[in-house]
């Protein structure tokens, strides 16, 4: 398991954020996401496999996560997401790049959802099998406009995030 606090940190997330997690699966990090932004913020969470999203609907019915309330489970698809323009302060996504089959297309939708100065996060870790390699992300991301604000963690576990530029 992954220290979702850490991820937390690397990605930029803070208090009153409204946050939109790509590719969010079975919720591992989005319950800590949510507490993190606290009830001034929100998460929307998007998934394209409506299991998924069954699966933080259970999760969210444990008593332990009764005073969850900021979290909005959204079935969409990366590539065509069903926000309005420059709604969100950040995106984040952990391990799911390398299964959307449009990348380019997935971060012309993220840069077009995002306010300009919004923070863009992508996590990938091992033992994932389709892990990219730093430089990768880093050149996805660059070639579709966005600003390389820094890359934390190690080889085999990174963060890169990115900003949206005002033009
Ligand atoms: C490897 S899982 C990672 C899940 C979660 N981020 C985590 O770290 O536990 C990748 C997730 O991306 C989702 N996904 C794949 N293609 C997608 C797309 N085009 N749009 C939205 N979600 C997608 C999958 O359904 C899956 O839940």
Known sequence: MQSPDKIISRSGIKEGMKALEVGCGSGAFTTFVARAVGDKGEIFALDIQPKMLKQIETKLKRPENKDIKNIHLINGDALNMPFE?????????????QELPDKNKALKEMKRVLKPDGILSITEF???????????????????????NDVEGSFWNYTARFIKPHN
């Open 85 to 97: 323009d420059n709604t969100f302060d950040l995106i984040y996504s952990i391990t799911v790049f």
């Open 126 to 148: 091992l033992p994932d099998p389709d892990y990219p390699l730093k430089s990768t992300t880093v050149k996805m991301g660059t070639s579709e406009g966005f600003i390389l």
